[in-house]
């Protein structure tokens, strides 16, 4: 099982990002997929989460309104767009896949953003 992020970088405040996570050796749509994210000294925290089918989301209070979760079943994708971005919102970001019913689950490598002027 892999899955592997992509698309973090340097961004301007207000600035926009869209992040990626793409799996491998899963059957991606048994998964629910969630992106969390890490800031230095930090904990890791919840950022926001998709249902199987993407039918239902969830985002922590500080990004509603400005990041959206997605997934594309058929590319095996679960994506982040990140707009308004704050400088709060640096941190290295990481997606998790986790069967449903099961206890199985995995982590990508992660992928940093850095929002900064």
């Known amino acids: 099982v892999q899955l592997v992020e992509s698309g973090g970088g340097l961004v301007q405040p207000g600035g926009s990002l869209r992040l990626s996570c793409a799996a491998s050796g899963v059957t991606f749509s048994y998964y629910a997929m969630s992106w969390y994210r890490q800031a230095p000294g930090k904990e890791r925290e919840l950022v926001a989460e998709?249902?199987?089918?993407?039918?239902?989301?969830n985002y922590a209070d500080s990004v509603k309104g400005r990041f959206t979760i997605s997934r594309d079943n058929a590319k095996n994708t679960v994506y982040l767009q990140m707009d308004s971005l704050k400088p709060d919102d640096t941190a290295a970001y990481y997606c998790?896949?986790?069967?449903?019913?099961?206890?199985?689950?995995?982590w990508g490598q992660g992928t940093q953003v850095t929002v900064s002027s």
């Open positions: 998709i249902t199987t089918t993407g039918a239902s989301t």
């Open positions: 998790k896949a986790k069967r449903v019913g099961r206890a199985s689950e995995y």
